[in-house]
């Protein structure tokens, strides 16, 4: 089973985004056989309460199974915590928090209670390093990337809370997975969009390096080529199990016990 856990749904605010209806990410999937989609609302990373997108992204989810929803949850608003209980109640497989995008400190007491009770909840908590290379954006895209120290300490800050880190290059993984305990490093997934394939094979020497388990599929669609994701596995040099748990395997064990 292909699980692709980085897609978007809606309009982009800084440039025109083809691609990000529902039915365009849908013939995407049927094209190159992704089974299950894990989807966050685009629009919403930048409304001041990106929760209000949840409804919606519920309600594609009933309509379409394949798109599972990741809602998003803003922990300075004085209601996330029953996002929580919605995302539970929905069977969410993650929800997803960008600090950065909401003018938060990534490392400040919002977060740690965030991820405090995501850990209680047995919910992983998914957040992007960025969704657009700095060469390329808007003057108006301010956001600052996720840096590594805040996922060192946010991973720190419960036991059992799981993270997928989407959006993150070699460098980004390396700081972190080296920089944590072997129990930290276990808890965290990355997603492969913004990893490089061959010929420089930085996808190859990560999983070399620290192990298949902790990488999943993900594409980053539509602000990314889709087809980039697959192309990489399709040339790096994967094992059959390795590529079972990249597709999906490790994905389904995100949303299950975790690492």
Not at 5 to 30: D, I, K, W
Not at 228 to 250: P, Y
Request: proline residues 8%; aromatic residues 8%; hydrophobic residues 40%.
């Amino acid at each position: 089973m292909r699980t692709d856990v980085n897609v978007f749904l809606g309009s982009y605010p800084f440039r025109r985004v083809p691609g990000t209806s529902v039915a365009a990410v849908l013939e995407a999937m049927e094209r190159l056989k992704i089974d299950q989609a894990w989807v966050s609302h685009l629009p919403s990373l930048f409304w001041k309460d990106p929760a209000q997108g949840n409804e919606w992204l519920f309600e594609i989810g009933e309509m379409e199974p394949r798109l599972r929803p990741v809602p998003a949850v803003q922990p300075e608003m004085v209601h996330w915590e029953e996002i929580l209980s919605d995302a539970l109640e929905n069977k969410a497989p993650a929800v997803r928090c960008d600090p950065t995008f909401y003018g938060i400190d990534p490392v400040g007491s919002l977060m740690r209670n965030l991820v405090v009770a995501c850990g209680e909840m047995n919910l992983p908590l998914a957040m992007a390093v960025r969704l657009e290379d700095l060469r390329q954006r808007h003057p108006h895209d301010v956001a600052p990337d996720l840096p590594p120290s805040a996922v060192r300490a946010l991973v720190r800050a419960h036991p059992a809370t799981r993270f997928l880190i989407t959006h993150a290059d070699r460098g980004f993984i390396e700081e972190v997975h080296f920089g944590s305990t072997p129990e930290e490093a276990a808890r965290l997934t990355w997603d492969i969009c913004w990893i490089w394939g061959p010929p420089e094979d930085h996808l190859a020497t990560l999983i070399g390096t620290m192990g298949a388990e902790r990488f999943a599929f993900g594409t980053g669609m539509p602000l990314r080529i889709p087809d980039n994701a697959l192309a990489k596995l399709d040339l790096t040099e994967l094992t059959q199990e390795q590529r079972r748990m990249i597709e999906g395997g490790n994905a389904e064990r995100l949303t299950s016990q975790g690492g």
